[in-house]
């Protein structure tokens, strides 16, 4: 392990509806790894909320990772995160559901536009992607400006599974005045720019986001990154995180963000 601060900021229990293993077991893999820290970040999709009954769900996701804070203390910095979904599709569930439990970490995710289903849904042989992905960067920028969150999860995620598992090769050039708007807007606003390490172990292959957008970032001034593996089992926790880092590294990033009580502690990465 080449690096001291090794930790994993995006992982899913078996809280999250496609979660497979208990915090426990997380943090047990986290350590035999030698993290630093661990972030447990169960879903919330806000659209969802009140249909599904998260406020229950992401409560037990809340109390789990409390408890295991306590289990592994002095070998683990465990801390209670939330991966909150589409928030301005519904800002009131968004902000009850902010508003119980006192989080160190807030994941602001986007995995549909207003109206469509997840990008993991959509039928890409008759789907306007181009049209789909200028209202995914118009929403994601509007829920940026809103800001009740930390760190904005895995910024391209279409790509994960228009390129990645359906095979169609999509260019960023259409859409980086706004790809640019988003990251201006996280800079001006002190929040974070995820960089989710998922796509190294599927089908797309690379980190989400990936190179071309992480150095936008830094040439932008931002500085402000956090890791996580995007993990909804134990086998992945940490997977792709050392490569993550080298990446940044290798870009010009010499801290990472791990937030405690939504205060970004930087770490240095070398
Ligand atoms: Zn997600
Ligand atoms: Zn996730």
Same mark, same amino acid.
């Given at each position: 392990?080449?690096? =001291?601060?090794?930790?994993?900021?995006?992982?899913?229990?078996?809280?999250?509806?496609?979660?497979?293993?208990?915090?426990?077991?997380?943090?047990?893999?986290? +350590? =035999?790894?030698?993290?630093?820290?661990?972030?447990?970040?169960?879903?919330?999709?806000?659209?969802?909320?009140?249909?599904? $009954?998260?406020?229950?769900?992401?409560?037990?996701?809340?109390? #789990?990772?409390?408890?295991?804070?306590?289990?592994? =203390? %002095?070998?683990?910095?465990?801390?209670?995160?939330?991966?909150? *979904?589409?928030?301005?599709?519904?800002?009131?569930?968004?902000?009850?559901?902010?508003?119980?439990?006192?989080?160190?970490?807030?994941?602001?995710?986007?995995?549909?536009?207003?109206?469509?289903?997840?990008?993991?849904?959509?039928?890409? #042989?008759?789907?306007?992607? /181009?049209?789909?992905?200028?209202?995914?960067?118009?929403?994601?920028?509007?829920?940026?400006?809103? *800001?009740?969150?930390?760190?904005?999860?895995?910024?391209?995620?279409?790509?994960?599974?228009?390129?990645?598992?359906?095979?169609?090769?999509?260019?960023?050039?259409?859409?980086?005045?706004?790809?640019?708007?988003?990251?201006?807007?996280?800079?001006?606003?002190?929040?974070?720019? #995820?960089?989710?390490?998922? $796509?190294?172990?599927?089908?797309?292959? +690379? +980190?989400? /986001?990936?190179? /071309?957008?992480?150095?936008?970032?830094?040439?932008?001034?931002?500085? =402000?990154? +956090?890791?996580?593996?995007?993990?909804?089992?134990?086998?992945?926790?940490?997977?792709?995180?050392?490569? %993550?880092?080298?990446?940044?590294?290798?870009?010009?990033?010499?801290?990472?963000?791990?937030?405690?009580?939504?205060?970004?502690?930087?770490?240095?990465?070398?």
């Amino acid at each position: 392990m080449r690096y =001291r601060y090794l930790s994993d900021n995006h992982c899913h229990t078996d809280c999250s509806f496609d979660g497979v293993d208990p915090a426990m077991m997380l943090c047990d893999s986290a +350590t =035999r790894q030698g993290l630093f820290a661990l972030t447990i970040t169960d879903h919330c999709e806000c659209h969802r909320y009140y249909d599904e $009954g998260y406020n229950r769900a992401i409560r037990q996701s809340y109390f #789990e990772a409390r408890k295991a804070a306590a289990v592994f =203390r %002095g070998k683990l910095h465990v801390y209670a995160g939330i991966e909150l *979904g589409q928030p301005m599709q519904d800002l009131k569930a968004a902000e009850e559901a902010l508003s119980m439990c006192d989080y160190d970490f807030v994941l602001g995710s986007l995995h549909n536009v207003s109206g469509q289903p997840d990008f993991y849904d959509i039928s890409y #042989e008759t789907a306007d992607l /181009p049209a789909l992905l200028h209202t995914y960067f118009d929403e994601m920028l509007a829920m940026v400006q809103w *800001g009740g969150f930390d760190s904005l999860a895995h910024m391209t995620y279409p790509w994960r599974y228009a390129q990645g598992d359906h095979g169609i090769a999509l260019s960023y050039d259409p859409y980086w005045e706004q790809i640019d708007a988003v990251l201006k807007a996280l800079i001006d606003k002190g929040l974070s720019l #995820e960089l989710n390490t998922s $796509g190294l172990r599927q089908k797309l292959g +690379t +980190t989400i /986001p990936d190179e /071309p957008i992480l150095r936008r970032y830094r040439e932008l001034g931002g500085k =402000r990154v +956090t890791i996580g593996s995007d993990a909804h089992r134990w086998a992945d926790v940490a997977s792709g995180v050392e490569d %993550g880092l080298a990446l940044l590294e290798s870009l010009g990033f010499t801290h990472i963000a791990i937030y405690h009580a939504h205060v970004p502690d930087m770490y240095p990465i070398a």
